[in-house]
């Protein structure tokens, strides 16, 4: 129980009676004792705080960058009506700066007996769960002038899920998918191992494509076309060592690491392909394992929500393990690490052969855009010095990439917004090639 500013107000000027004032207890008892009464007849008619039933409902989940709304239901079972100020507490990073005040708290005007409903927005700034802390309540009488004050602890988890920035690239990625499966009308053929069909040879057509023994038991020439196979096995491994803490932007690397693999993944299983994720550093952090096509991308997201970079060195040994029991077939590996050399020559080298003799390796790595601008720095001796280091930055990256294409690995090198793209570019080629 809390007397409020009004009364505070009133019992300041109360105590200053016309005259002269003397100044003692009684005298301000007398002076105040309206007052006190009125505020003992608003405590009598305030509701109470603790009888009150509060229950949640709304959205559980929700995209970061996206709204998500939870309602809070307020039942006043006493014979007084509640006026009451409230306030829905949840952590700070579940809205935007300075929009917190505005979001959590609410004014509320229960009738007795009766219920009402409030809705707390969030707006999250950060993926993983976020838990609704405690309600509080301070219930005012009819004047104003006396408050009770509670807390209450009404649970509730939202959950903040990847992005998934990169999705507008899918449409574009699924046409030319659809041109190397052959179901588009296109002067070009994929070049899959699977036997598709047979039609009339239109110009442009690869010469090697034409079946002669078709085309002799016909008027027209025939060609072969194919398809790329289906049901490939794809196993995305995300690095989730301190290497991917790294901030390119206004973000980790993981977080762009995770946008490429769920584009890959949403192409993948378009294409009839299974994809399985591995999260890993010293330890898994994450497996979706044996999910049907229409279930992969929200187990992906759902199982990437809570991924958070850890600050140790990853153990490459024990990667490839778990890598190699996952994919116990002939599978594409989709490594998404760092192209740092130290964490590639003494972990990942060591160990690559064991990958590729069994596998197909992609190596996909975040790269820096900054670095890219340091690089074409002039005007000064200090922007020189940055361009100087930045090129060199830029020539070790490069000398081990190469290195891990000598033993057979494909390496897609691009900043945030283009790995995405990048990597279901290279994903379609190794299609096209037959390499799945």
């Known amino acids: 129980m809390a007397f409020t500013g009004r009364a505070a107000l009133l019992a300041a000027l109360g105590a200053l009676p016309v005259g002269i004032w003397e100044p003692s207890w ?5 002076v105040n004792a309206p ?18 039933g509060l229950t949640r409902s709304g959205d559980t989940s929700v995209r970061l960058g996206d709204t998500a709304d939870v309602t809070l239901t307020v039942t006043n079972p006493s014979g007084r009506p509640l006026r009451a100020h409230l306030r829905d507490a949840w952590p700070p990073s579940s809205w935007e700066s300075g929009t917190e005040v505005a979001s959590s708290r609410h004014h509320v005007s229960v009738p007795a007996g009766e219920r009402r ?3 707390t927005r969030l707006r999250p700034t950060r ?3 976020r838990q609704a802390d405690r309600v509080t309540i301070r219930s005012y009488g009819p ?5 009770r004050q509670g807390n209450h602890k009404v649970p509730w988890s939202v959950r903040v899920l990847p992005p998934f920035t990169s999705r507008k690239h899918l449409p574009s990625k699924l046409a030319r998918l659809r041109e190397l499966d052959g179901r588009t009308s296109v002067l070009t053929r994929g070049e899959g191992t699977e036997f598709d069909s047979l039609r009339e040879y239109v110009p442009g057509d690869d010469t090697r494509s034409i079946d002669w023994r078709a085309t002799a038991r016909r ?11 289906r049901d490939r096995h794809i196993l995305l491994v995300l690095d989730t060592g301190r290497t991917s803490a790294g901030r390119v932007g206004d973000a980790p690397r993981l977080d762009a690491s995770m946008d490429a693999a769920l584009l890959l993944a949403a192409l993948a299983s ?9 999260a890993y550093d010293r330890r898994v952090r994450a497996l979706v394992q044996g999910r049907a096509a229409g279930e992969v991308l929200p187990s992906l997201v759902s199982a990437m929500a809570g991924l958070e970079p850890e600050l140790v060195e990853t153990d490459a040994r024990g990667l490839a393990a778990i890598a190699l029991r996952t994919a116990p077939r002939r599978s594409l ?34 790269a820096d855009p900054y670095i890219a601008r340091m690089a074409k720095a002039r005007g000064d001796a200090e922007a020189v010095y940055e361009a100087a280091a930045a090129a060199q930055a830029q020539t070790e990256r490069q000398r081990t990439a190469e290195q891990l294409r000598r033993r057979g690995v494909t390496v897609v090198d691009a900043i945030p917004d283009d790995l995405a793209p990048a990597l279901a570019d290279a994903y379609l080629a190794l299609k096209a090639a037959g390499r799945l």
């Open 35 to 52: 007052l006190a009464l009125a505020c003992a007849c608003d405590a009598a008619l305030a509701a109470p705080v603790r009888r009150l």
């Open 26 to 30: 009684t005298g301000i008892l007398t």
């Open 270 to 278: 378009r294409a009839g392909d299974r994809v399985d994720l591995l």
């Open 117 to 119: 409903r409030v809705t």
């Open 219 to 229: 008027s027209t020439v025939a060609v072969r076309t194919w398809r790329p196979e």
């Open 143 to 147: 004047l104003g002038l006396f408050a």
């Open 333 to 366: 590996i989709v490594l998404l690490t760092s192209l740092d050399a130290a964490p590639v020559e003494e972990g990942l080298l060591p160990v690559l052969s064991g990958l590729t003799q069994r596998h197909t390796v992609l190596v996909a790595s975040v």
């Open 127 to 129: 993926r993983g769960d």
